[in-house]
């Protein structure tokens, strides 16, 4: 089944973090082979679908990629680049995605990349994720308390939330994880 982007395409030169991924190589060796989307996890919902992300880099339309809810709802599980014959870095293109999206300040549902930002500052804190905070902070952020309150309680009484975190890891070693991530983010 082939997916039809109806509306016309505003296509731009795309930017810095794009082009150096389409100079390296990483997505202008896909040959749209689909392979990608047929072993993606999240692409039977998706509104683009991972093999269209390729071709969209690499046709410069990058305001439809930054407005689409796919770049936020990967996984980023690698399931895309080891099924591609041509091993192309799809999840490299992604976080670059998120990122310029970030820049932009344009997201299909801010939502996402709040409870995104917040997932991440919990495991730097902790080591692991804490649903019980995460889920306070995502709901004091976006605001949206009532949304998902009536399955609290029962979420709770089966024990889905702890009350109390528990600390796994040592801490210096995952500051310097994120630390280290974040240079290699910046670095060209």
Same mark, same amino acid.
């Given at each position: 089944m082939?997916t039809v $982007?109806?509306?016309?395409?505003?296509l731009?030169?795309p930017?810095?973090a794009l082009q150096?991924l389409?100079?390296?190589?990483?997505?202008?060796? =896909?040959?749209? =082979?689909?392979? =990608?989307t047929?072993g993606c996890?999240v692409?039977? /919902?998706?509104?683009?679908?991972?093999h *269209?992300i390729?071709?969209l880099v690499?046709?410069?339309?990058?305001? *439809?990629?930054?407005?689409?809810? %796919? $770049?936020w709802e990967?996984?980023?599980?690698?399931?895309? *680049?080891a099924?591609?014959p041509q091993a192309?870095a799809?999840?490299?293109?992604?976080?670059?995605?998120?990122r310029?999206?970030r /820049?932009?300040k344009?997201a299909a549902?801010?939502a996402?990349?709040a %409870?995104n930002?917040?997932?991440?500052?919990?495991?730097r804190?902790?080591?692991?994720t804490h /649903?019980?905070?995460?889920?306070?902070?995502f709901?004091?952020?976006t605001r949206? %308390?009532?949304?998902d %309150?009536?399955?609290?309680p029962t979420?709770?009484?089966?024990?889905?939330?702890a009350?109390?975190?528990?600390?796994?890891?040592d801490r210096a070693?995952?500051?310097? $994880?994120f630390?280290?991530a974040?240079e290699?983010?910046k670095a060209?």
């Amino acid at each position: 089944m082939t997916t039809v $982007i109806e509306r016309p395409l505003s296509l731009s030169t795309p930017p810095a973090a794009l082009q150096a991924l389409l100079k390296s190589d990483a997505l202008s060796l =896909c040959f749209q =082979c689909r392979k =990608c989307t047929a072993g993606c996890p999240v692409a039977a /919902e998706a509104d683009v679908k991972p093999h *269209e992300i390729v071709r969209l880099v690499q046709l410069g339309a990058t305001d *439809e990629l930054l407005a689409s809810r %796919f $770049i936020w709802e990967c996984t980023s599980c690698g399931t895309c *680049e080891a099924r591609c014959p041509q091993a192309v870095a799809l999840p490299a293109a992604i976080d670059a995605l998120r990122r310029l999206s970030r /820049e932009r300040k344009v997201a299909a549902d801010p939502a996402v990349p709040a %409870f995104n930002d917040i997932f991440l500052a919990t495991v730097r804190q902790l080591g692991r994720t804490h /649903e019980l905070a995460l889920m306070a902070a995502f709901k004091l952020r976006t605001r949206r %308390f009532s949304q998902d %309150f009536a399955r609290f309680p029962t979420m709770l009484r089966k024990g889905k939330f702890a009350l109390l975190p528990r600390l796994h890891g040592d801490r210096a070693k995952r500051q310097r $994880i994120f630390r280290r991530a974040r240079e290699q983010r910046k670095a060209p």
